[in-house]
């Protein structure tokens, strides 16, 4: 399914690019631009898809690229570079590594494009962009760090597993459920980066395991993480709550089957969707907030299966 997806996507992405279409044609539409931090994962895949879908509805010429892994910090801003360089009526970006990404940004102002940021915002103090559309991270990372915070005790060791340094997504993930549990009386025992990668979240928690086995329950700041953790936890014979962020299809069967506790999701779907409309109305000279956040929920068992179903209305 993953790489049905992706091709697919690639397809679509190509087709837009000009392959296929008649110069006339393509010269007829409106011309957006997409540079995301990947899209080989689900979360990314559904954002294509919703982006894609309101660029159909609106004859809207998606021009998209993306890199292989979300750490190819470099090969992204090249290829907001080549996109920018198509000269394109607005750029749509999730930014890796947001603080290398603003002499880009710069370029997009010096050329008249306005951006529109998703999933990532720039750091604080800049605000040479149009609107940013995602979710606001500490809200999410205090979500979970609540539903994970109501299965524990005053005194109870948890580790929080971020991404890689310098990404705001999961350090404001990670802030807010910190935040969250030491308020309710949480010992925060290890906070770690894992840099977007399974093996990396399944290794670090092993190695903290080692040296406290005491740990009763885990944040992990997106799916990659807290099933790395799940699985570590599971080789050394502990079943602790682990709570993470975006419920794939396999942490939602993780979580039919007993198997997970919770997940914070995020409707990615929505918010591919609501950046093309934004970037729409940026065109048409509308006012646009500069923040568009879309809602999270908190998926247990109780709820897993209807995510899941809405989910399968999304594949590609």
């Not at 750091?123 to 500490?138: H, I, K, L, R, S």
């Not at 799940?230 to 962020?245: C, E, H, L, N, Y």
Request: charged residues 20%; neutral net charge; aromatic residues 6%.
């Amino acid at each position: 399914m993953k790489v049905r997806k992706l091709i697919k996507a690639l397809l679509a992405a190509s087709i837009v690019a000009g392959v296929g279409l008649s110069p006339a044609a393509a010269a007829d539409k409106v011309k957006i631009g997409l540079v995301l931090k990947t899209m080989t994962t689900p979360y990314w895949q559904a954002m294509i898809a919703g982006a894609q879908d309101v660029a159909r509805e609106n004859d809207v010429d998606l021009v998209m690229l993306a890199p292989p892994t979300e750490d190819a910090v470099e090969q992204q801003i090249n290829m907001f570079q080549d996109v920018l360089s198509q000269n394109p009526a607005v750029m749509i970006f999730a930014p890796t590594q947001p603080p290398t990404a603003i002499n880009i940004m710069e370029k997009a102002k010096a050329q008249k494009v306005p951006v529109v940021l998703v999933d990532t915002p720039m750091p604080e103090g800049f605000d040479d962009y149009a609107t940013f559309v995602g979710m606001d991270n500490m809200a999410i990372g205090r979500v979970g760090g609540e539903a994970l915070a109501k299965v524990l005790k005053k005194g109870d060791k948890v580790i929080l597993l971020e991404g890689a340094p310098g990404n705001p997504t999961n350090t404001e993930r990670c802030n807010g459920a910190e935040e969250v549990l030491k308020a309710a009386g949480m010992v925060i025992a290890a906070r770690q980066p894992t840099y977007n990668d399974r093996e990396r979240a399944f290794s670090v928690t092993q190695n903290i395991l080692q040296g406290q086995s005491d740990i009763a329950g885990a944040f992990g700041a997106d799916f990659d993480k807290q099933l790395g953790a799940k699985r570590a936890f599971t080789q050394s014979g502990k079943d602790v709550p682990i709570v993470g962020v975006y419920a794939t299809d396999e942490v939602l069967r993780g979580l039919l089957n007993g198997e997970l506790y919770a997940s914070v999701h995020i409707n990615s779907y929505d918010i591919g969707q609501q950046a093309v409309k934004a970037a729409l109305d940026v065109i048409a000279g509308k006012d646009v907030p500069k923040r568009l956040f879309v809602d999270a929920m908190v998926v247990t068992k109780d709820n897993a299966q209807a995510v899941l179903d809405q989910a399968a209305k999304y594949a590609r």
